[in-house]
Protein backbone atom coordinates (compact mmCIF):
# COMPACT_ATOMS: atom_id res chain seq x y z
CA UNK A 1 0.00 0.00 0.00
CA UNK A 2 2.24 2.42 -1.08
CA UNK A 3 0.41 4.45 -3.59
CA UNK A 4 0.52 8.21 -2.87
CA UNK A 5 -2.35 11.03 -2.64
CA UNK A 6 -2.42 14.16 -4.23
CA UNK A 7 -5.35 15.88 -3.72
CA UNK A 8 -3.99 18.66 -1.41
CA UNK A 9 -1.82 22.19 -2.45
CA UNK A 10 1.19 20.50 -1.22
CA UNK A 11 1.44 17.14 -3.16
CA UNK A 12 5.08 16.95 -2.11
CA UNK A 13 5.21 18.09 1.78
CA UNK A 14 6.74 21.03 0.89
CA UNK A 15 4.86 23.16 3.48
CA UNK A 16 7.32 26.23 2.64
CA UNK A 17 8.04 26.10 -0.76
CA UNK A 18 11.39 25.35 -0.51
CA UNK A 19 12.18 24.11 -3.76
CA UNK A 20 11.51 27.58 -5.01
CA UNK A 21 14.93 28.61 -3.62
CA UNK A 22 16.18 26.52 -6.68
CA UNK A 23 16.23 28.01 -10.21
CA UNK A 24 13.65 26.96 -12.83
CA UNK A 25 16.38 24.30 -14.20
CA UNK A 26 17.23 22.85 -11.20
CA UNK A 27 13.28 22.40 -10.68
CA UNK A 28 12.66 20.71 -13.57
CA UNK A 29 15.78 18.61 -13.03
CA UNK A 30 14.17 17.55 -9.00
CA UNK A 31 11.15 17.08 -10.25
CA UNK A 32 12.22 14.38 -12.94
CA UNK A 33 14.24 12.89 -10.12
CA UNK A 34 11.46 12.41 -8.03
CA UNK A 35 9.19 10.94 -10.35
CA UNK A 36 12.05 8.32 -11.37
CA UNK A 37 12.64 7.20 -7.86
CA UNK A 38 9.10 6.94 -7.11
CA UNK A 39 8.29 5.08 -10.43
CA UNK A 40 11.59 2.93 -10.87
CA UNK A 41 13.23 3.18 -7.41
CA UNK A 42 10.44 2.54 -4.27
CA UNK A 43 7.54 -0.05 -5.93
CA UNK A 44 10.85 -2.37 -5.89
CA UNK A 45 12.17 -1.86 -2.93
CA UNK A 46 10.62 -3.85 -0.15
CA UNK A 47 10.94 -7.14 -2.14
CA UNK A 48 14.30 -6.59 -2.72
CA UNK A 49 14.67 -5.49 1.10
CA UNK A 50 13.10 -8.50 2.59
CA UNK A 51 15.31 -11.03 0.64
CA UNK A 52 18.57 -8.95 1.73
CA UNK A 53 19.33 -8.81 -2.12
CA UNK A 54 20.40 -5.35 -4.56
CA UNK A 55 18.52 -4.38 -7.55
CA UNK A 56 21.76 -4.07 -10.00
CA UNK A 57 19.40 -3.90 -13.13
CA UNK A 58 18.74 -0.52 -11.64
CA UNK A 59 21.74 0.94 -12.09
CA UNK A 60 22.58 2.35 -15.35
CA UNK A 61 18.70 3.66 -14.85
CA UNK A 62 20.12 5.82 -11.81
CA UNK A 63 23.41 6.67 -13.76
CA UNK A 64 21.14 8.34 -16.27
CA UNK A 65 19.72 11.00 -13.54
CA UNK A 66 23.44 12.52 -13.01
CA UNK A 67 23.34 12.62 -9.48
CA UNK A 68 26.28 12.38 -8.23
CA UNK A 69 27.59 16.61 -8.37
CA UNK A 70 31.42 15.06 -9.40
CA UNK A 71 33.22 16.06 -12.52
CA UNK A 72 30.73 17.67 -15.22
CA UNK A 73 27.65 16.60 -13.30
CA UNK A 74 28.26 19.65 -10.74
CA UNK A 75 25.30 21.05 -8.69
CA UNK A 76 24.19 23.45 -6.39
CA UNK A 77 24.39 21.84 -2.73
CA UNK A 78 20.69 22.45 -2.52
CA UNK A 79 20.01 20.49 -5.08
CA UNK A 80 22.42 17.89 -4.41
CA UNK A 81 21.12 18.01 -0.16
CA UNK A 82 16.88 17.95 -2.04
CA UNK A 83 17.97 15.12 -4.56
CA UNK A 84 19.66 12.97 -1.70
CA UNK A 85 16.33 13.43 -0.05
CA UNK A 86 13.83 12.14 -2.72
CA UNK A 87 16.48 9.41 -3.03
CA UNK A 88 15.78 8.43 0.51
CA UNK A 89 12.06 9.33 0.07
CA UNK A 90 11.95 6.95 -1.91
CA UNK A 91 14.48 3.85 -0.57
CA UNK A 92 17.16 4.51 2.36
CA UNK A 93 19.05 1.49 0.95
CA UNK A 94 19.72 2.92 -3.05
CA UNK A 95 20.39 6.02 -1.24
CA UNK A 96 22.81 4.35 1.45
CA UNK A 97 24.80 2.67 -1.72
CA UNK A 98 24.89 5.75 -3.96
CA UNK A 99 26.01 8.00 -1.14
CA UNK A 100 29.04 5.64 0.10
CA UNK A 101 29.87 4.86 -3.58
CA UNK A 102 29.45 9.05 -4.77
CA UNK A 103 29.76 10.89 -1.37
CA UNK A 104 32.57 8.71 -0.30
CA UNK A 105 34.50 6.83 -2.71
CA UNK A 106 34.51 8.77 -5.60
CA UNK A 107 34.16 12.04 -4.34
CA UNK A 108 37.63 10.54 -2.40
CA UNK A 109 39.32 10.12 -5.97
CA UNK A 110 38.03 13.65 -6.88
CA UNK A 111 39.07 15.61 -3.78
CA UNK A 112 42.01 13.47 -2.64
CA UNK A 113 43.64 11.41 -5.50
CA UNK A 114 45.92 11.76 -8.48
CA UNK A 115 45.06 13.12 -12.18
CA UNK A 116 45.94 9.45 -13.54
CA UNK A 117 43.58 8.11 -10.63
CA UNK A 118 40.77 10.60 -11.49
CA UNK A 119 40.87 10.07 -15.28
CA UNK A 120 41.41 6.30 -14.67
CA UNK A 121 38.75 5.73 -12.21
CA UNK A 122 35.94 8.57 -12.43
CA UNK A 123 34.24 7.54 -15.62
CA UNK A 124 33.33 4.42 -14.99
CA UNK A 125 31.96 5.30 -10.96
CA UNK A 126 30.10 8.06 -12.91
CA UNK A 127 28.69 5.43 -15.45
CA UNK A 128 28.05 3.09 -12.08
CA UNK A 129 30.01 0.47 -14.34
CA UNK A 130 31.94 0.01 -11.43
CA UNK A 131 31.31 0.19 -7.88
CA UNK A 132 33.39 1.79 -4.89
CA UNK A 133 33.50 1.12 -1.51
CA UNK A 134 34.91 3.15 1.62
CA UNK A 135 36.61 1.16 4.28
CA UNK A 136 37.49 2.90 7.68
CA UNK A 137 35.21 1.44 10.59
CA UNK A 138 37.20 -1.78 12.47
CA UNK A 139 35.90 -4.29 14.39
CA UNK A 140 36.69 -2.72 17.43
CA UNK A 141 37.38 0.88 16.39
CA UNK A 142 34.36 3.09 15.20
CA UNK A 143 34.18 6.48 17.05
CA UNK A 144 37.81 6.27 18.07
CA UNK A 145 39.01 5.13 15.18
CA UNK A 146 41.22 7.82 14.33
CA UNK A 147 43.38 7.34 17.32
CA UNK A 148 43.09 3.74 17.46
CA UNK A 149 43.32 2.26 13.86
CA UNK A 150 44.95 -1.07 13.48
CA UNK A 151 45.01 -1.74 9.56
CA UNK A 152 48.68 -0.99 8.71
CA UNK A 153 50.56 -0.55 5.49
CA UNK A 154 54.00 -0.81 5.04
CA UNK A 155 55.60 0.33 2.03
CA UNK A 156 58.30 -2.12 0.51
CA UNK A 157 60.07 -0.84 -2.36
CA UNK A 158 57.47 -0.44 -5.15
CA UNK A 159 54.40 -1.62 -3.18
CA UNK A 160 52.32 -1.25 -0.05
CA UNK A 161 51.40 -3.90 1.89
CA UNK A 162 48.24 -4.22 3.86
CA UNK A 163 46.89 -5.93 7.14
CA UNK A 164 44.14 -5.54 9.20
CA UNK A 165 40.24 -5.79 9.32
CA UNK A 166 37.41 -4.01 8.28
CA UNK A 167 33.66 -4.18 9.57
CA UNK A 168 30.75 -2.66 8.65
CA UNK A 169 31.88 -1.62 5.14
CA UNK A 170 28.89 -0.43 2.77
CA UNK A 171 29.13 -1.88 -0.85
CA UNK A 172 32.24 -3.76 -0.04
CA UNK A 173 30.53 -7.83 -0.63
CA UNK A 174 29.68 -5.89 -4.37
CA UNK A 175 32.31 -3.52 -4.82
CA UNK A 176 35.45 -3.16 -7.71
CA UNK A 177 37.64 -0.79 -5.69
CA UNK A 178 37.62 -0.33 -2.28
CA UNK A 179 39.22 2.55 -0.42
CA UNK A 180 40.65 1.24 3.09
CA UNK A 181 42.47 3.71 5.20
CA UNK A 182 45.16 2.42 7.37
CA UNK A 183 48.03 3.51 9.12
CA UNK A 184 51.24 4.48 7.45
CA UNK A 185 54.22 2.08 9.95
CA UNK A 186 56.59 4.21 9.17
CA UNK A 187 54.71 7.64 10.45
CA UNK A 188 52.21 6.29 12.08
CA UNK A 189 49.95 8.43 10.28
CA UNK A 190 46.21 7.45 8.18
CA UNK A 191 46.27 7.25 4.79
CA UNK A 192 44.05 6.38 2.40
CA UNK A 193 44.58 3.20 -0.20
CA UNK A 194 42.60 2.13 -3.38
CA UNK A 195 42.56 -1.85 -3.10
CA UNK A 196 41.04 -3.46 -6.34
CA UNK A 197 38.38 -7.04 -4.95
CA UNK A 198 40.55 -9.06 -7.26
CA UNK A 199 44.27 -8.68 -4.64
CA UNK A 200 45.53 -11.30 -3.27
CA UNK A 201 44.56 -11.56 0.16
CA UNK A 202 41.72 -9.45 0.26
CA UNK A 203 38.78 -10.84 0.88
CA UNK A 204 35.02 -9.90 2.40
CA UNK A 205 32.29 -11.69 4.12
CA UNK A 206 28.73 -10.44 3.99
CA UNK A 207 27.02 -9.17 7.08
CA UNK A 208 23.68 -11.34 7.37
CA UNK A 209 21.02 -11.02 9.48
CA UNK A 210 20.48 -7.31 9.65
CA UNK A 211 16.96 -5.26 10.38
CA UNK A 212 17.84 -2.15 9.11
CA UNK A 213 19.22 -1.25 4.99
CA UNK A 214 18.88 -4.84 3.97
CA UNK A 215 19.54 -3.80 0.35
CA UNK A 216 23.07 -2.41 1.36
CA UNK A 217 25.37 -5.25 0.81
CA UNK A 218 27.62 -4.31 3.88
CA UNK A 219 30.64 -6.71 4.47
CA UNK A 220 33.63 -7.25 7.08
CA UNK A 221 36.50 -7.25 5.09
CA UNK A 222 40.20 -9.13 5.87
CA UNK A 223 43.64 -7.75 4.43
CA UNK A 224 46.07 -10.45 4.49
CA UNK A 225 49.37 -9.05 3.14
CA UNK A 226 47.19 -7.64 0.17
CA UNK A 227 50.17 -5.69 -2.07
CA UNK A 228 49.07 -2.85 -4.74
CA UNK A 229 51.08 -0.67 -6.73
CA UNK A 230 52.56 2.73 -5.07
CA UNK A 231 50.08 4.44 -7.29
CA UNK A 232 47.33 3.07 -5.48
CA UNK A 233 47.95 5.29 -2.57
CA UNK A 234 45.43 8.78 -2.75
CA UNK A 235 48.39 11.30 -2.87
CA UNK A 236 46.02 13.92 -1.02
CA UNK A 237 45.35 11.64 2.58
CA UNK A 238 48.82 12.45 4.36
CA UNK A 239 46.98 12.35 7.81
CA UNK A 240 43.60 11.51 9.12
CA UNK A 241 42.86 15.64 9.07
CA UNK A 242 42.44 15.10 4.91
CA UNK A 243 39.61 12.74 5.81
CA UNK A 244 37.75 15.73 7.24
CA UNK A 245 36.07 17.26 4.16
CA UNK A 246 35.34 13.88 3.19
CA UNK A 247 33.75 13.37 6.58
CA UNK A 248 31.94 16.61 7.07
CA UNK A 249 30.04 16.54 3.56
CA UNK A 250 28.75 12.72 4.82
CA UNK A 251 27.28 14.00 7.89
CA UNK A 252 25.57 16.56 5.87
CA UNK A 253 24.50 13.91 3.35
CA UNK A 254 23.29 11.49 6.30
CA UNK A 255 21.57 14.68 7.65
CA UNK A 256 19.45 14.84 3.80
CA UNK A 257 18.88 11.47 4.58
CA UNK A 258 17.31 11.83 7.67
CA UNK A 259 15.11 14.61 6.25
CA UNK A 260 14.31 12.17 3.35
CA UNK A 261 12.87 9.17 5.42
CA UNK A 262 10.61 11.91 7.42
CA UNK A 263 9.11 12.64 4.29
CA UNK A 264 9.00 8.65 3.25
CA UNK A 265 7.04 7.90 6.86
CA UNK A 266 4.84 10.86 6.17
CA UNK A 267 3.94 9.94 2.58
CA UNK A 268 2.63 6.36 3.90
CA UNK A 269 1.49 7.41 7.00
CA UNK A 270 -0.96 9.98 5.03
CA UNK A 271 -1.66 7.90 2.41
CA UNK A 272 -2.73 4.79 4.90
CA UNK A 273 -5.10 7.48 7.00
CA UNK A 274 -7.23 8.69 4.03
CA UNK A 275 -7.42 5.20 2.91
CA UNK A 276 -8.13 3.25 6.32
CA UNK A 277 -11.60 3.02 7.31
CA UNK A 278 -12.58 2.79 11.16
CA UNK A 279 -16.09 3.31 12.73
CA UNK A 280 -17.34 4.37 8.92
CA UNK A 281 -15.06 6.76 8.00
CA UNK A 282 -11.19 7.24 7.21
CA UNK A 283 -8.93 7.73 9.88
CA UNK A 284 -7.37 10.82 8.64
CA UNK A 285 -10.91 12.35 9.85
CA UNK A 286 -9.63 11.76 13.26
CA UNK A 287 -8.47 14.38 15.30
CA UNK A 288 -5.62 12.23 17.04
CA UNK A 289 -4.55 11.11 13.70
CA UNK A 290 -4.07 14.74 12.08
CA UNK A 291 -2.37 16.01 15.19
CA UNK A 292 0.19 13.01 14.64
CA UNK A 293 0.42 13.66 10.82
CA UNK A 294 0.64 17.50 12.02
CA UNK A 295 3.75 16.43 13.97
CA UNK A 296 5.52 14.49 11.32
CA UNK A 297 5.38 17.24 8.64
CA UNK A 298 6.24 19.78 11.34
CA UNK A 299 9.42 17.65 11.97
CA UNK A 300 10.40 16.99 8.81
CA UNK A 301 10.44 20.77 7.52
CA UNK A 302 12.00 21.88 10.44
CA UNK A 303 14.74 19.84 9.66
CA UNK A 304 14.43 20.50 5.61
CA UNK A 305 14.55 24.39 6.21
CA UNK A 306 18.38 23.63 8.81
CA UNK A 307 19.48 21.81 5.91
CA UNK A 308 18.57 24.30 3.24
CA UNK A 309 21.18 26.65 5.88
CA UNK A 310 23.73 23.89 5.70
CA UNK A 311 23.72 24.00 1.50
CA UNK A 312 24.06 27.79 2.21
CA UNK A 313 27.27 27.26 3.99
CA UNK A 314 28.81 24.63 1.86
CA UNK A 315 28.04 27.25 -0.80
CA UNK A 316 30.17 29.99 0.47
CA UNK A 317 32.57 27.25 2.33
CA UNK A 318 32.07 28.11 5.54
CA UNK A 319 30.48 24.73 7.02
CA UNK A 320 32.24 23.43 9.89
CA UNK A 321 32.33 19.95 11.47
CA UNK A 322 30.36 20.98 14.57
CA UNK A 323 27.60 22.35 11.91
CA UNK A 324 27.48 18.76 10.34
CA UNK A 325 27.13 17.05 14.12
CA UNK A 326 24.41 19.56 14.66
CA UNK A 327 22.48 19.00 11.56
CA UNK A 328 22.98 14.99 11.86
CA UNK A 329 22.76 14.81 15.51
CA UNK A 330 19.18 17.33 15.30
CA UNK A 331 18.01 15.29 12.08
CA UNK A 332 18.27 12.06 13.14
CA UNK A 333 16.61 12.86 16.74
CA UNK A 334 13.29 14.39 14.95
CA UNK A 335 13.34 11.51 12.18
CA UNK A 336 13.51 8.41 15.26
CA UNK A 337 9.85 10.80 16.39
CA UNK A 338 8.74 11.07 13.31
CA UNK A 339 8.85 6.74 11.81
CA UNK A 340 7.98 6.13 15.18
CA UNK A 341 4.46 8.23 14.75
CA UNK A 342 4.22 7.30 10.87
CA UNK A 343 4.65 3.22 12.70
CA UNK A 344 1.85 4.04 15.28
CA UNK A 345 -0.55 5.47 12.66
CA UNK A 346 -0.81 2.23 10.86
CA UNK A 347 -1.20 0.07 14.25
CA UNK A 348 -0.56 -3.22 13.61
CA UNK A 349 0.20 -3.05 9.65
CA UNK A 350 3.37 -0.66 11.08
CA UNK A 351 5.23 -4.12 11.50
CA UNK A 352 4.37 -5.88 8.78
CA UNK A 353 6.94 -4.55 5.34
CA UNK A 354 3.68 -5.30 3.41
CA UNK A 355 2.57 -1.85 3.91
CA UNK A 356 6.23 -0.10 4.01
CA UNK A 357 6.32 1.45 7.43
CA UNK A 358 7.97 -1.41 9.05
CA UNK A 359 11.11 -0.76 6.05
CA UNK A 360 10.77 2.90 6.86
CA UNK A 361 10.73 2.27 10.53
CA UNK A 362 13.92 0.30 11.21
CA UNK A 363 16.03 1.90 8.23
CA UNK A 364 15.79 4.68 10.14
CA UNK A 365 17.86 3.05 13.02
CA UNK A 366 21.05 2.75 10.84
CA UNK A 367 20.82 6.49 9.86
CA UNK A 368 20.43 7.35 13.63
CA UNK A 369 24.21 5.27 14.00
CA UNK A 370 26.18 5.79 11.06
CA UNK A 371 28.54 8.79 9.94
CA UNK A 372 28.59 9.23 13.58
CA UNK A 373 26.40 8.48 16.08
CA UNK A 374 23.85 10.92 17.54
CA UNK A 375 25.60 10.85 20.80
CA UNK A 376 28.83 11.36 19.25
CA UNK A 377 27.41 14.33 17.14
CA UNK A 378 26.16 15.69 19.90
CA UNK A 379 29.39 15.66 21.80
CA UNK A 380 30.65 17.75 19.18
CA UNK A 381 28.39 20.62 19.85
CA UNK A 382 28.82 20.26 23.38
CA UNK A 383 31.86 20.96 22.89
CA UNK A 384 31.29 23.91 20.53
CA UNK A 385 29.42 25.73 22.51
CA UNK A 386 31.51 24.92 26.11
CA UNK A 387 34.82 24.63 25.17
CA UNK A 388 34.92 21.68 27.01
CA UNK A 389 35.40 18.10 25.70
CA UNK A 390 33.29 15.29 26.91
CA UNK A 391 35.34 12.87 24.95
CA UNK A 392 38.94 11.30 26.31
Known amino acids: MIDSVDETPYPTGDLLFVTDLLSEQEQERLARARAFFQAEVRPIAVDYWNRAEFPFELLPKLAAQNLSGIGSHVTSHLL ?48 LTKVGAFALTEPQHGSDISREMET ?7 EWVLNGRKRWIGNAAMADYVLVWARDTSDRQIKGFIVEKERTGFSTTIIENKIAVRIVQ ?29 L ?19 DVARAYALDRQQFGRPIASF ?11 GNATLCLTLMVQMARLQ ?10 ALAKSTCTARMRETVALGRGILGGNGISTDYEMAKVFADAEAIYSYEGSYEINALLVGRAITGISAIA
Open 152 to 158: TATLDGT
Open 218 to 246: NANIELKNVRIPVSNRLPGTNSFRDTNVL
Open 287 to 297: QLIQEQLSRMI
Open 80 to 127: TGLLQLELTRADTSISTFFGVHHELFAASIEQLGSDEQRQRLLPDLLA
Open 248 to 266: RNSRVWVSWQAVGQQFAAF
Open 315 to 324: ETDQLTMDQA
